[in-house]
């Protein structure tokens, strides 16, 4: 089993940056990739990205690319979502999830954190 919980969630206005913080706990060791995830209100959860625990290697939407970053502190067993440039069409509930493989769904989310974007 791993366990995530999210921080770092709060209120900006647009233009401005959040970053949001996945620790994780339990087996870790069984990670693969950790992912983040967000639902704004009447909308489907949609990926955010995506990063490799051992390689580090990321993946992003297209809505994001470029505004958002993913990194990890393994030694932390923890994962960072900065995200700049924010719009009001970023507000959202942000989710991190973790798969123990690469086809694997993922299997462990976070109790989520939201993130409202004020235009």
């Known amino acids: 089993q791993v366990q995530l919980v999210e921080s770092g969630g709060g209120s900006v206005q647009a233009g401005g940056s959040l970053r949001l913080s996945c620790a994780a706990s339990?087996?870790?060791?069984?990670?693969?990739?950790m992912g983040w995830f967000r639902q704004a209100p009447g909308k489907e959860r949609e990926f955010v990205g995506a990063?490799?625990?051992?390689?580090?290697?990321?993946n992003y939407a297209d809505s994001v690319k470029g505004r958002f970053t993913i990194s990890r502190d393994n030694a932390k067993n923890t994962v960072y979502l900065q995200m700049n440039s924010l719009t009001a069409e970023d507000t959202a509930v942000y989710y991190c999830?973790?798969?123990?493989?690469?086809?694997?769904?993922?299997?462990?989310w976070g109790q989520g954190t939201q993130v409202t974007v004020s235009s």
């Open positions: 990063i490799n625990w051992k390689s580090g290697s990321t």
């Open positions: 999830a973790a798969r123990t493989g690469p086809f694997s769904r993922y299997a462990y």
């Open positions: 339990g087996r870790t060791s069984s990670m693969y990739e």
